[in-house]
């Protein structure tokens, strides 16, 4: 399996990939929940944490990628 980490960078880089419709699913522990990130919402990815607006997540958090309902990851 890829790992996280080179699949979003994989991603954010390949011109030949569209980045619509891609959700990277992580759990929240403060809620204690699966959340959705829409993958144009990141920022960066600064050493192993996913960068956003308004937060980090850190990347052994993430659990699944869908592309339009479709897995291509999950952990």
């Given at each position: 399996?890829?790992?996280?980490?080179?699949?979003i960078?994989?991603?954010?880089?390949?011109?030949?990939?569209?980045?619509?419709?891609?959700?990277?699913?992580?759990?929240?522990?403060?809620?204690?929940?699966?959340?959705?990130?829409?993958?144009?919402?990141?920022?960066?990815?600064?050493?192993d944490?996913?960068?956003?607006?308004?937060k980090?997540?850190?990347?052994?958090?993430?659990?699944?990628?869908?592309?339009?309902?479709?897995?291509?990851?999950?952990?």
């Amino acid at each position: 399996m890829i790992p996280i980490k080179d699949l979003i960078n994989k991603i954010r880089w390949d011109k030949d990939l569209d980045r619509d419709g891609y959700l990277l699913h992580y759990v929240d522990r403060i809620v204690n929940s699966i959340k959705e990130i829409k993958f144009n919402e990141i920022q960066s990815i600064e050493g192993d944490f996913i960068v956003l607006y308004n937060k980090e997540v850190p990347l052994h958090r993430v659990r699944k990628v869908t592309k339009f309902g479709k897995v291509l990851w999950e952990r």
